[in-house]
């Protein structure tokens, strides 16, 4: 079986970008502990400072499963509603 591989945007509220921003660097930290977690890149848009992309690759959609569980990514999943423009827009994907 191939690699997923994900690219999520995230686009934070203006005025929540530094409490989004440190919310997914100590995502990046703890996700790259993860066994299935081959690559957990985050990005900065260059035009707009509110919206991080993620690139993502894992070993299976098992380790992907169980990452969706932890802690840290569920604490994000709560602050969606208040502190993001919109829902991320996840693109799962195997590399060609």
Known sequence: M???VI?????AKPEYRKDV????LDMVEKTRLEEACLQYDLHQD???A?????YEVWS???GLDQHNQQPYIQLFGSIINTHLR???QLF???KM
Do not use: G, H, R, Y
């Open 21 to 24: 921003l440190d919310l997914l």
């Open 7 to 11: 690219t999520a945007i995230v686009k």
């Open 50 to 54: 509110s919206t991080f992309v993620f």
């Open 92 to 94: 799962i994907t195997q």
């Open 46 to 48: 260059l035009s707009d």
């Open 86 to 88: 919109e829902s991320p």
């Open 2 to 4: 191939k690699n997923l």
């Open 60 to 62: 299976d959609q098992a």
